[in-house]
């Protein structure tokens, strides 16, 4: 019987998921599909992961605006989910949804992977929703000193300091003072995303060994991270983010570990230009 699993968000037509795990199904000779599943609303999500596990599915990718529900629905949650408040990763066994996070350590797999050695000393995080967390836990992982975040919503930075004690609050109109002394800057915001306003900030005082961090995927170089080149300074989008959170989920669900990241990451590349 052919497996099935897929991702699930709202909107979900852009994501490149199925390209990246139907490379890897095809690699390894894996009889499965892997689908977009539209995740509609809050109010229908648990109800379309539901019927999914109903079907036989083997799990689902998580994206947004689901990761926080996905840990509610679930029945068994890993530490690390649970601590985040969120998860993307859901495995379905025996009727059970068991939910993980992968994003957190993705994001760190990608740092490390990407040739920047810069201090790691003070990083300053945009955005505190999304896949915010999950940078935050990776940076904490990665040994940063200080981790600075803001976001115009000053309740969400507070609430997320309760689950990620030992991050610095910074008020969203302050997002780019002081960058002199910011070693890694991290955009989780969806400004600057295809269709969304680009984020306002100024970035020349950033340090020449500073690296400048957007997660977001389409388009690949977004006003931000074209500015730090111009700079001169490290820049990376959110494909090997991406890559390595997908590699240990395609690995619990069949089996064998995609060791190829780079080429992964390249084949979006290349995937990503030919749909623009």
Known sequence: MVSRVGVIGHPISQTLSPFLHGRWL??????????????????QFESVVRGRVEEGWLGLNVTIPFKGQAVA??????????KLGAAN????????????NYDAPGFAAAVEGSGWT?????????GAGGAAPAVIAALQTLGFDRIEVTNRSAEKVAHLATRLPGIDALPWDERGSDLRNVDLLVNTTSL???????????IDRLPDHAGVVDI??????????????????FAMNGLP????QAIPAFARWFGPTPDDPDAAIAFLDETLRGRS
């Open 216 to 233: 977001i995927t389409t388009p690949l170089e977004t006003p931000l991270l074209a500015a730090a080149r111009a700079n001169g300074l």
């Open 73 to 82: 629905i679930a029945d068994e949650v890993s530490p690390l989910a649970d």
């Open 241 to 244: 983010m991406l890559v390595h």
């Open 89 to 100: 990763f859901l495995h379905f066994r025996e009727g059970r949804i068991i939910a993980d």
């Open 118 to 126: 810069g201090p790691r000393q003070t990083a300053r995080v945009l």
């Open 26 to 43: 095809d690699r390894f000779g894996i009889d499965a599909t892997y689908a977009a599943v539209d995740g509609l609303g809050a109010e």
């Open 192 to 202: 600057g995303m295809k269709g969304q306003p680009a984020l306002e900030i100024e």
